[in-house]
């Protein structure tokens, strides 16, 4: 009985980091423009998150602050499968844009979100 007492605290501890993992989303930790940056017209978005994705359930959608949809070109995957890219089609003009984003992780769990930054003259 004894070693049953001691055996249960170590299966308990195994079971809580397993579903630790299992519960595993991808959440975006960088971005190329950044969060509120101000800078000259990105050539590119690039979206950097915690676990690997499902590109054929992701995406990026760029918006400006007339509501209308930015030309992007096909979104990618970069070769650490977190990071998430998609080519600007047009120059982008001085102003406010948001990036709109939603991904599947390869663990099967969907995140999205969504962030601004403002291109300079």
């Known amino acids: 009985m004894s070693r049953f007492l001691r055996a ?3 299966a ?6 397993a579903a630790g993992q299992a519960f595993a989303h ?6 190329t423009p950044a969060d509120k940056a101000s800078a000259a017209a ?3 978005i690039n979206l950097g998150f915690t676990e690997a994705l499902d590109l054929k359930f ?8 007339d509501k209308t949809d930015v ?9 650490d499968g977190k990071t998430l890219a998609a080519p600007v089609s047009a120059r982008l003009a001085p102003g406010a844009y948001t990036v709109n984003w939603h ?8 995140t ?5 930054f403002t291109v300079t003259p």
Do not use: C, Q, R
């Open 12 to 17: 308990g501890l195994i079971m809580l980091a």
């Open 26 to 31: 991808a959440h975006l930790k960088a971005s």
């Open 8 to 10: 249960f605290p170590v």
């Open 58 to 65: 992701s995406g990026i959608a760029v918006v400006g602050a």
């Open 42 to 44: 990105p050539a590119e």
């Open 103 to 110: 991904v599947l992780s390869v663990d099967g769990h969907k």
């Open 112 to 116: 999205n979100g969504s962030f601004t």
């Open 71 to 79: 030309a992007l070109g096909d979104a990618v995957l970069k070769d």
